[in-house]
């Protein structure tokens, strides 16, 4: 098996691991709790706290745990959209987000919001210029990925950041899919608020965190015992909050030579690819794209079918198949690729295990199922 779909998920690193063992082992208390054992558990959580707030350039008490990143992004727009719906009801957000974003901006709209859509260029970049004209004075959040899942390309956005300043409007990035692939500093992008999901960065499923400056307030998504500053009540899941903690501090180890090692990874697969399938097409920025991405198509096919015939090739499609017919992803749609181009579009995302046999294997089988099933 050749895995090459790490914009989905990743593995967990061995270190992460054996950094989740003593909150299972020894350091099991509950962090509210005054005895010892209670006091122990919240000095390991403030590290993993720590750890996260050290790789984004913030405070250790700007960092709230969460259940992933689909919480984060969803206890951002509907926290906003609460806590300010008396100081204006407008969102504006693009048409390649994340469905946790999408489909919390239309649950939103359902309910008396007014949410604007932006679009993208054919680069699945969304113009600085488009924001600024957006901003409305009832706009109350605007919410900009960093880095699409699907192509890769990397968004603007401290242009963004700098114009929502200027009018006083809250400013969100989705970064699920840019840290541990690029630098990602929250004051050097001039956000107020930042999403993190674990699995995306080799520490578990099911945990994540959420970067809210000082001085912003929103309203709680979960009430109860008052924990993470009140704004997400539940006992702290120790174990995962502390794998997330270590995946952020073996980041800050690897990012400056694991971003030259994977993109010079990512060219060889597309130059053995397009060396023998000169048709082939790259969906994202040529340039401002994450180093790991290759979101390539090959012209009057379908993905699923080149995939199928690739059984040790773990990778995702741009496209699905259902009842004979294909829909292309939003974000192709967005970017206003034809589904005679966009149908064949396969995303091949690279990671830290990814080896350079691997990539010359992957290119192989590809060049192979295309050509088998075009007949050269």
Sequence with gaps: ?????????????????????PPITEDFGNPSSAHPIGVRARKVLENAREQISNLLGCDRDEIIFTGGGTESNNMVLKGVAWSLRDKGRHIITTKIEHPSIMKTALFLMENGYEVTFLPVDEFGAVAPDEVKRSIRGDTILITVMYANNETGTIQPIADISAFARERGVLFHTDAAQSIGKIETRVDDLGVDLLTIAGHKL??????????????????PLLHGGGQERGLRSGTENMILNVGLGKACELIQGYLSGEIPRIRTLRDRLYERIAWAVPKAVVHGHPEQRLPNTLFISFPGMVGEDILSGIPDLCASTGAACHDKTVSLSHVLEAMGVTKEVGMGAIRLSLGRPTTEDEVDQAAQWLIDAVKDKIGF
């Excluded at 090459?4 to 063992?21: F, H, K, S, W």
Aim: aromatic letters at 10%; a negative charge.
């Design 202 to 219: 080799y520490a578990p499923k099911g945990v994540g965190a959420l970067f809210m400056r000082k001085g912003v307030t929103i309203e």
């Design 1 to 21: 098996m050749i895995y090459l779909d790490y914009n989905a998920t990743t593995p967990i690193a061995g270190e992460v691991a054996d950094a989740m063992m």
